[in-house]
Every structure is written in C-alpha cells, then in structure tokens.
C-alpha cells in the first residue's frame, strides 16, 4: 500500500518542516522517497496497463481506446 510505504518519510519530512529549525537536506531527503516510491508504483502501473493491453485484440484494443478516451476528457485518466 502506498500510503503505508511512504508515510513514514511524510510523517518525517513535516516534522522536519515543522521544527523550530528545519533542516532543508532532510526534507528534500524525504521528499526524494516519497517521490521515489510513487515513480516506483507509476511503473509498475504501467506495466500492469501495457501486459494488459498487448493480451487485447485489434478490436478490443479500439474498444479501449475510445473508453480512455472518453474518460480522459473528464479528468480520469491517467492515474498519476
């Protein structure tokens, strides 16, 4: 879960931020995890997306397409 892998580094970098004297190397330092483990996931979502989409048809594949796309336009996609 993704909010169990990086709360630690937020609940740490807002400390920091908090103090009465933020160190700014620590807050990047946990921000830098934070971010790392989201681009982590982003792939792995995208992996997930692209296995999916090479098992699809040419027909189901334009099914999809037009489905993303319709959705696109109300903000759903893509997901990070």
Known sequence: DMRARIGPYR??????ILSDTPDSA??????????GAR????RGILSEIMAFRDSLT???R???TALV???RGRGA????
């Open 11 to 16: 609940s740490a970098m807002m400390a920091e």
């Open 26 to 35: 620590a807050i990047d330092e946990h921000l830098s995890a934070i971010l």
């Open 77 to 80: 996609f893509p997901p990070f």
């Open 62 to 64: 334009q099914k999809l």
């Open 69 to 71: 796309e319709r959705r």
């Open 39 to 42: 681009a982590v996931a982003a």
């Open 58 to 60: 040419p027909e189901q």
